[in-house]
């Protein structure tokens, strides 16, 4: 008796203990029974269904929620659109291009009645933009059912997000009257916004799809009932292309004979433990089939798309599949689709993604979805790193695996030893990533990755895919290959077609490491710190026994804190690894060596997001040619010094020589400039020396700066502070501000150089444009830059005093203003310009002056092309905007200290498809009409008016990652000529800048 008492009291006991997080999981149960009618002609989808829920929470229902994502592209007064309005991604809805969802009977009943669900009372509901809301006719207890009769109308956008139609082609993405997820935090009725994804319920999809015959379609799930087309349109992949055209034809005629029976067809498709139903029909897709371990691979594309996709995707596929299930769990679901979506990149969806491209990192990246989203099933708008940071990193750790350090597809790895790479070099996929990343961290912008996707002010990409994957990664490194490959495989096991989230992750890796993980993922999520770890004073002593003792100071810079790993090298190449656990201020590590220790580095793999790696004992310099159309070389413990020859041309000079050298870390650290000039006829050496560096600590919003140059008989320097800011980093309001103290000379016996060629009356003549003395000034600037759908506009202000108490030779203040608009893109645009300025103060010598032609020669020494007389070849007619900005007056080079200037102009890119043939892809031709006008104050004179108008040609090409502007303005009219001109004459200027 005693005996069993005290087994009784033990069980009662046990079943009073707190039971796990997964013990005591729960979640919610859904199956949508949908027959859906597409009508490609009115791109309009019609449909209705029975929702079947379950309550499988401890609580009771009052309501219930559905999300109507349509609704999103109904207008512009969407919360998708408003957003994205605000970042500047203006989306013109219009009931041309729009799509929405209305719901044309709405009626809920209990499982459990007679009543067929179709023949229920009609229930009331409210729509607010993506969400519908109805109360229950009655409460829904735990573990009750009720089912839910809806029938709606969609009418189907044009392309926009992630689903649409375009040609031949409907994709449907988030689509359907979707019920709103209820956990243990309640309803999450979150409307459909422009930054993070979904959140649904797990359960049942059986969804039959009608659909004109001749249409091939793919979904999520299996066909139960119908044809998908598949075989239709299968290729033969053993066929020459010749071969495969005529094959084709006649698979073309058998579906047009097969139209002509049946015109319509309906397909139905069922799927199990999946939260999410996507599908996409097309007449002009083909088929490929692989397998891997008897799981079939479906891949169907556009017709025009074969020569990319063909055997590629299917291998690529069944290669990625076999990845997914070695390194997290065996792939669950009966087959996978990938699909040749509208949409640029790709998305991804239960057992179907659809992609824009066959490339390999694509593939893997969505397919990787169908486990971190799919399976693995996170709010991805509350824990966006979840599902876009695991997919990202599995991306990149697969690609390294299959293409080595490079990480990039087999068709992009590059040839390291070809001229291509050494004049424009690139680091390794994992290097490029942990560069950008580490530069936005350090920008001023960084944001706690850990926050809903819709509330970064900026960052929602680059923390969500970015930051996500390397808190990853940095797990991944911290725990080492074998604890890591345990926690893929128990998050897996664990938490397979359940919700997860932060905590629920978090208790897997400290489960499966023992140890308290919470300071990484708090620190990682809800901070926004940086690492800095440095090496300090190493003392290197030989002891009595002949062995090595090193002692390595290592300080912590900042706040960030990670486990460093301290690599000893020897001299004879054997290498020792510590690690310190970072988590004090400083320490010191001490290593034994039977031989003389040769270096110590810190982190040498790169794997804590190390800000500074100059500072880790592993740094060197690069010398590289300075390619202007390079992009994008950030090695991390590499300072790069690029150079250039230089050589140029001048009447004081004749032909120049020269060499500039620019290095820089990451390239916004330590950026530092030499240049060196020596003139042939002249003898002149010049040189220019500059130095810039950010200032606030992990931000490069403030920067310091300060530079010298004397060339070409000029002396000039500056100091400046820069501060620059936003509310966001990449989305405008943009402002700068600048405080600066400069001074700038006209050397003696140099007044050769500063003159300017002009013709008048059919003579070349040379004008003075500087006067001597020393101009001292104290500066400061304004900059304003905004952008809103398709216009934008730049405002500018600017204050500067040059006085005696300077040090100055002159005493005058400047005040001077810029505002510019301009309404479209590219070529097809129309803006203007308006430009007021004054001077205080009886002297301002002629470089500081107003130019009624353009920016004054102050401004024009910046250019080495325009910096001294004859430095352009005919250089009268070359026009560099500023100042009054008048093209017709190019020829008059005249200086006012005040002066009110307007220009408008208008350009057209009619002439972009004549000339195609003959420009470069992404460029354009414009035909421009302008008019400027101005008020100026001369010498002795009174004001004046003066005008000019004209038409030009405007050229862009897009190469090498930039745009290049080639103008030719023609200023036919000009109020005020020259000396014996005609106000009506042919006249022409040109210029590798835009009008303004």
Not at 310 to 315: A, C, L, R, T
Not at 381 to 409: H, I, P, R
Not at 489 to 518: I, L, S
Not at 869 to 896: C, I, K, S, W
Request: proline share 4%; aromatic share 16%; hydrophobic share 35%.
């Amino acid at each position: 008796m005693k005996k069993f008492s005290f087994v009784f009291l033990f069980i009662l006991l046990v079943l009073a203990m707190p039971l796990s997080a997964a013990d005591n999981y729960w979640q919610q149960f859904v199956h949508y029974n949908f027959k859906v009618h597409l009508d490609v002609e009115k791109h309009a989808l019609t449909g209705d269904g029975i929702i079947t829920y379950k309550n499988n929470s401890p609580d009771t229902l009052d309501r219930i929620y559905l999300h109507l994502y349509p609704n999103a592209f109904k207008n512009e007064n969407s919360t998708l659109a408003r957003e994205a309005k605000k970042r500047g991604y203006h989306r013109r809805i219009d009931p041309k291009n729009n799509g929405y969802i209305d719901i044309l009977e709405f009626r809920i009943n209990r499982k459990k009645t007679d009543i067929p669900p179709a023949d229920a009372p009609v229930v009331a509901y409210r729509i607010d933009d993506t969400i519908l809301e109805s109360m229950l006719p009655e409460p829904l207890p735990p573990g009750e059912e009720l089912q839910l009769y809806i029938k709606f109308y969609e009418k189907v956008r044009k392309i926009m997000g992630r689903a649409g139609w375009r040609g031949k082609q409907h994709d449907f993405a988030q689509w359907y009257p979707k019920l709103v997820v209820y956990d243990e935090k309640g309803w999450h009725p979150d409307q459909f916004h422009l930054s993070g994804e979904f959140y649904g319920e797990f359960g049942t999809f059986d969804v039959s799809i009608t659909l004109p015959a001749n249409y091939i379609v793919a979904a999520t799930g299996e066909v139960v009932e119908g044809a998908p087309g598949w075989e239709w349109v299968q290729v033969d992949t053993s066929l020459s292309d010749k071969d495969w055209k005529t094959t084709y034809e006649k698979q073309l005629e058998e579906i047009e004979e097969r139209s002509k029976e049946d015109t319509i067809r309906t397909v139905k498709f069922h799927a199990e433990k999946v939260h999410d139903f996507a599908w996409l029909a097309s007449s002009e897709f083909l088929y490929e089939k692989g397998e891997w371990n008897s799981i079939p691979v479906h891949v169907l594309y556009s017709k025009n798309a074969r020569k990319g996709w063909s055997k590629k995707v299917v291998e690529r596929s069944e290669k990625v599949l076999k990845w997914l299930s070695t390194r997290f769990g065996l792939y669950p679901y009966p087959q996978l689709s990938v699909t040749h979506g509208l949409m640029g990149g790709g998305m991804e969806y239960p057992m179907l993604v659809m992609n824009s491209g066959p490339w390999h990192g694509l593939i893997s990246h969505e397919v990787g979805h169908i486990y971190f989203y799919g399976m693995l099933a996170s709010d991805e708008l509350a824990d966006s790193w979840m599902d876009e940071g695991f997919t990202t990193y599995q991306e990149g750790w697969y690609q390294q695996v299959n293409y080595g350090k490079w990480g990039y597809d087999e068709d992009d790895v590059p040839d390291t030893n070809s001229w291509k790479f050494k004049l424009n070099p690139r680091t390794p996929r994992k290097e490029r990533t942990i560069s950008r990343l580490v530069n936005y961290m350090t920008s001023g912008y960084n944001e706690p990755a850990g926050q809903y996707a819709h509330k970064f002010k900026g960052g929602y990409g680059i923390n969500a895919y970015t930051k996500g994957a390397a808190i990853f990664g940095m797990l991944h490194k911290m725990v080492g290959d074998s604890l890591w490959d345990k926690i893929c495989h128990t998050y897996f096991d664990r938490w397979a077609f359940k919700h997860v989230n932060e905590e629920r992750f978090q208790k897997v890796c400290e489960d499966v490491t023992g140890e308290d993980m919470g300071w990484f993922f708090d620190q990682w999520l809800h901070k926004a710190v940086t690492v800095d770890y440095a090496l300090g004073k190493i003392k290197k002593e030989k002891q009595a026994d002949g062995k090595w003792r090193t002692q390595v100071e290592i300080k912590r810079k900042d706040e960030g804190v990670m486990p460093v790993d301290v690599h000893l090298i020897q001299s004879d190449g054997k290498k020792i690894v510590k690690r310190w656990d970072g988590k004090a201020r400083s320490t010191t590590v001490d290593f034994y060596t039977n031989t003389k220790p040769k270096k110590v580095v810190l982190d040498p793999n790169d794997n804590i997001l190390d800000k500074n790696r100059l500072n880790n004992g592993d740094w060197r310099i690069q010398f590289l040619p300075d390619n202007p159309f390079a992009y994008g070389y950030q090695p991390r413990n590499i300072y790069v010094v690029k150079y250039t020859p230089k050589m140029w041309y001048n009447d004081v000079d004749g032909l120049w020589l020269g060499a500039r050298f620019r290095g820089s870390y990451l390239n916004k650290y330590k950026r530092t400039e030499l240049g060196l000039t020596y003139g042939l006829k002249s003898n002149y050496i010049g040189y220019n020396l500059s130095f810039a560096h950010p200032l606030l600590h992990s931000s490069n919003k403030l920067q310091f700066k300060i530079s010298g140059v004397n060339r070409e008989g000029r002396a000039i320097g500056e100091v400046a502070l820069i501060y620059r800011t936003s509310k966001m980093q990449y989305y405008p309001p943009f402002h700068r501000f600048e405080f600066s103290f400069n001074t700038a000379q006209l050397l003696k016996g140099e007044e050769k150089y500063a003159q300017r060629k002009i013709e008048s009356r059919n003579q070349t003549l040379k004008v003075s444009e500087w006067e001597s003395g020393r101009v001292n000034k104290l500066c400061f600037d304004y900059f304003l830059e905004y952008e809103k759908g398709n216009w934008s506009s730049e405002f500018g202000l600017n204050f500067e005093t040059s006085q005696k108490f300077f040090g100055s030779e002159f005493e005058f203040s400047r005040l001077q203003s810029e505002l510019t608009y301009i309404y479209g893109s590219g070529v097809n645009y129309f803006a203007s310009r308006g430009f007021a300025g004054t001077f205080f103060g009886d002297k301002a010598p002629l470089q500081e002056r107003f130019y009624v032609d353009g920016a004054n020669p102050r401004e024009r020494f910046e250019k080495f092309y325009l910096r001294s007389v004859a430095a352009f070849p005919e250089q009268q007619h070359y026009f560099f905007p500023g100042g009054g900005n008048m093209r017709g007056y190019v020829d008059q080079p005249l200086a006012t200290k005040k002066i009110l200037a307007f220009s408008t102009e208008i350009s057209n890119g009619f002439l972009t498809p004549l000339f195609r043939f003959m420009l470069p892809r992404r460029s354009n031709i414009g035909l421009t009409a302008f008019f400027d006008a101005g008020r100026v104050k001369l010498e002795n004179e009174e004001n004046k008016n003066l005008m000019d108008a004209g038409v030009g040609i405007n050229l862009r090409i897009r190469k090498f990652y930039r745009w290049f502007n080639f103008r030719f303005d023609f200023p036919i009219w000009v109020s005020e000529p020259l000396p014996g001109e005609k106000e009506l004459k042919f006249r022409w200027v040109f210029s590798f800048q835009k009008a303004f």
